[in-house]
């Protein structure tokens, strides 16, 4: 690979030599000659800068065609500066993230045999005649070209005739290795279908053989072997500006437990749906999986796992690694960077979220996102069963931390919409862990976290005497338990309830409180019910109910690209809040119709650009953004801002 460097004027030629000679030394005539094919004449505006590329990129058209690559969006020198961009990315990828130098006379060229490896740039069969010939592919590839509409119903046909959801979930990997851009064509049209695939469910079994199906490197892998050294594995990572990182140690992957190293599938499925979903660009993402260790025996004795083989790092040890980490993170990458805190244990979990929430853009998607998408379940399900929140109660089966993060985002919003202390709306929220119902008389042997719970109330062993004594409105499933929403439970919540709003949220399926069919059946068609993976539609008396998802990929895309959009320096409760309410606000009479309360996946990117507009209001209404002035149109800009997955034209 070479560089091309410093034309002096349009239509010189540009001369070639080592990019990691430091003295420019003119070409011999033999030096010219073999490097003949990589002289090049640009001129010096079109060089694009600061890219990982090797090809020069036309900033007219997209392979389409078309005008630029964004949808033909329109964005003012004001839209541009407050994205933090300088010169406008006609492409829509950089902007609202570039804030690095670049050097503005440096581009790097690839061609041939190398282009056709490069994820990022590799285009398969797509590439035009023009484009074959400049960049030497001529060979390389058969003579047809077919566009990205072909190439996408290919890939899902033959992503069809996979039996098994683990198969299909190793083809789209391979294509993310391949060809970055359809890989995220593909993902975005048909989102509903392969939601499921690249994400819960069929990423937990994924994390479960990651180390017998691993095949090509994705991500940071941070270990206890790199104590005092993370800085710099940080900058090994080709991108140097990072928007959005997602970060797990892997110790409570989903309702699976402790996979150590292997939970890597998890950052790298999140993020994929950050930039799908939420229209992040795929460059300014990081999955990192910090590796002390697991406790799994099976793991330790697997001779395909990729980690540690060691019992887990606790105390000081752990403590010293993430505080490096932290650090490494706000060094090399800023105060702007957003770090999602993913599927770590209980007792790590809020100690992360509250030491780092002041110094850091720190967000825990099992705590909070989980928490806020619920909450717009339940602001949805109250046009159904009337009433404000302050008007019901709440029932939760597991006590952790997405159980007390609903209850205490519900609390929030009940507080806020009453104006009655905080600490009055958590009486109308009750939880119960494995010991039974959460009451006063446990408090001095409560974790600090399920303290706040813990109300007047005799003691209560079993969720079907708490369901009898306390006779919620709302029953919550938290648990990660399977089945443990009986048919004596469920009856129960129909007996006191004409429509008793039921919450299974357990991943994966295997460990859903209970089945959408079991329900309706038990309620006899009269619940509103979700789960956190997904089901089937459900037939009862000659209706058909669509169960509604309460994922998390409804909140976490849109808040993410909301942040990013503000410059947001910290995350706070209202933005959660806001980002609740503008997915209940998606939410129409005809879900309602057809048994759901959450909007179709279909929508997923208007969806976002709505949340993110929203939560990138707060952010301004609160004095926490860096990107000014504020934009008039969050809407309209936070979708100029998404990622679009067309192909480019090459020169």
Known sequence: MLSIKGASSLGTTVSCYKSSETQRRP???????????????????????GKRGGVL?????????????????????????????????????????????????????????????????NKGLAFSEKERDAHYLRGLLPPTVVNQELQE????????????????????????????????????????????????????????????????????????????????????WPEKTIQVIVVTDGERILGLGDLGCQGMGIPVGKLALYTALGGVRPSACLPITIDVG???????????????????????????????????????????????????????????????????????????????????????AL????????????LFLGAGEAGTGIAELIALEMSKQTNAPLEECRKKIWLVDSKGLIVASRKGSLQHFKQPWAHEHEPVNTLLDAVQ?????????????????????????????????????????????????EAYNWSEGRAIFASGSPFD???????????????????????????????????????????????????????FDKGSIFPPFKNIRKISAHIAAKVAAKVYDLGLASRLPRPDDLVKYAESCMYSPAYRNYR
């Open 27 to 49: 070409l011999s005539s033999t030096h010219a000659l073999l490097f003949q094919r990589r002289v090049v004449r640009i001129p010096v505006v079109c060089c694009v800068a």
């Open 57 to 121: 990129i036309d900033t007219n058209k997209n392979s389409n065609g078309n005008g630029n690559g964004n949808m033909g969006s329109t964005k003012s020198d004001a839209d541009v500066a407050a994205a933090g961009g300088g010169q406008e990315d006609p492409y829509g990828e950089d902007r609202a993230t570039e804030e690095q130098g670049v050097t503005p006379w440096t581009v790097s060229v690839a061609s041939g045999y190398n282009l056709l490896r490069d994820p990022h740039h």
């Open 153 to 236: 119903r290919k890939i899902m046909n033959n992503l069809r005739q996979y039996n098994l959801p683990l198969h299909r979930y190793i083809a789209m990997m391979d294509l993310q290795a391949q060809n970055e851009r359809l890989f995220y064509k593909v993902l975005i049209d048909n989102v509903e279908e392969l939601l499921p695939v690249v994400y819960t469910p069929t990423v937990g079994e994924a994390c479960q053989k990651y180390g017998s199906i691993f095949r090509h490197p994705q991500g940071l892998y941070i270990s206890l072997k790199d104590k005092g050294k993370i800085l710099d594995l940080l900058r090994n």
């Open 294 to 380: 697991t406790n799994n025996e099976k793991l330790l004795n697997d001779e395909f796992y990729i980690g540690l083989r060691q019992r887990r790092a606790t105390g000081k040890e752990y403590d010293e690694l993430l505080s490096e980490f932290m650090s490494a993170v706000k060094q090399n990458y800023g105060e702007k960077v957003l770090i999602q805190f993913e599927d770590f244990a209980n007792h790590n979990a809020f100690d992360l979220l509250a030491k780092y929430s002041k110094t850091h853009l720190v967000f825990n998607d099992d705590i909070q996102g989980t928490a806020s998408v619920v909450l717009a379940g339940l602001i949805a």
């Open 383 to 394: 046009k159904q069963v009337e009433g404000t929140l302050a008007e019901h109660t709440f």
């Open 469 to 517: 004594s306390i006779k919620p409105t709302v029953l919550i499933g938290t648990s990660g338990v399977g089945r443990t929403f009986t048919k004596e439970v469920v009856e129960a919540m129909a007996s006191f309830n004409k429509k008793p709003v039921i919450f299974s949220l357990s991943n994966p399926t295997s460990h859903s409180e209970c089945t959408a069919e």
């Open 537 to 591: 539609p459900v037939d009862y008396e000659g209706k058909t109910f669509v169960p509604g998802q309460a994922n998390n990929a409804y909140i976490f895309p849109g808040l993410g690209l909301g942040l990013v959009i503000s410059g947001a320096i910290r995350v706070h409760e209202d933005m959660l809040l806001a980002a609740s309410e503008a997915l209940a606000e998606q939410a129409t009479q005809e879900n």
